[in-house]
């Protein structure tokens, strides 16, 4: 079978497909036949070498954290699952090794795909939206008639939060550049502001949450267009960003909470019940294995509208 390994840090020119044996099984496994993986930011975080603290420096490595696919083959203590249930999932993030034609995997990684959906669509769910899941309701916990902004709003991350915080009642406000403008307020934002003409900084409005996927707007910054009380949510777990939310937490009302995405079978199944209602998958571009590089090329220089998919055949 085909499986994306690296034997250096490096951009994506260090991704390699090569041939392995098919990955044998414990009882309490399952073998899935992978149908498609989405790109993440984190994987040229990790492949770049920017996450080594997190990742171990020891190669080779693999790539790819969620999945779609089949499965193929169930260990002796597997009840949940049988052959041919089709499956979304996620792996250690730091590890990855989704991009492959077999994987295996826990139980507790996995959860149904949702039925309505496509293979592509469901492979873009895991990540983003358990990570939207947590910020909406763990982190920020936004409710009925807050005000939240969203920068960073067209992104993997960015689609589902502007969706999840409507759900929740909340009146939203999406940064995005202007290829984005149409497409936010498609999903329900009520105010899209392009950060390509207009600073968010100059806004007079204040907001109870502010959530930043973009990376470039920091907790000083944001403080200014922050309500007393409200809560700033960053996705960037440095050891210093942590550190320095602490001690903030402790002593100002205006909180700085960070996201360190959680994988649960139950934040997977939420999201199953969400994409089965109404919730909106966004593709912008999917492409076949072989072209892996150009895949993370492309996602990594930006300017996508939701997420890039794999597809394996
Ligand atoms: N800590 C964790 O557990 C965790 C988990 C998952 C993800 N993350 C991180 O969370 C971040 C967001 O993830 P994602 O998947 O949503 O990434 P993404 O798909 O790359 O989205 C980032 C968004 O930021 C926008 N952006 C870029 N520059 C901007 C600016 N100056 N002002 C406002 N928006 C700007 C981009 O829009 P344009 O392309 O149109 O400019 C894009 O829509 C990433 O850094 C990712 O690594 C962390």
Known sequence: ????????????SVLNIIEQA???????????????????PLDWKVYGGEMKLMSGSKFPKSVGIDFSGIVEQ???????????DAVIGLLDVFKGGALADYISVKVTDIAPKPVKISFEQAAA?????????QIIDQLAAVGA?????????????????????????????AVVSTKGIAEAKKWGADMVVDYTKQPIQLL???????IDLSTKLSFTKAKSLMKPKAVFVSTLPSPLALISSFINNLFSGQKHKI??????????????KLAEADLQIVLDKTYPLTNVRDAYGEARRGKLIGKSVIVLD
């Open 259 to 272: 996201l360190i995405v959680k994988p649960t079978a139950q934040g997977l199944n939420t999201l199953t």
């Open 145 to 173: 008639n807050q005000d939240v902004l969203i920068n960073g709003a067209t992104g993997g991350i960015g689609v589902f939060a502007v969706q999840i915080a409507k759900k929740r009642g909340a009146r939203v406000t």
């Open 125 to 133: 769910l895991p990540v983003t939206g358990l990570s939207a899941l």
């Open 22 to 40: 098919v990955p044998t099984i414990e009882k309490d496994q399952l073998l899935i036949r992978v149908k498609a993986v989405s790109i993440n």
């Open 74 to 84: 169930t260990g002796s203590a597997v009840t949940r699952f049988t052959a041919g």
């Open 1 to 12: 079978m085909r499986k994306v390994m690296y034997n250096q840090f490096g951009d994506e």
């Open 204 to 210: 007079t409005q204040k907001f109870d949450v502010i």
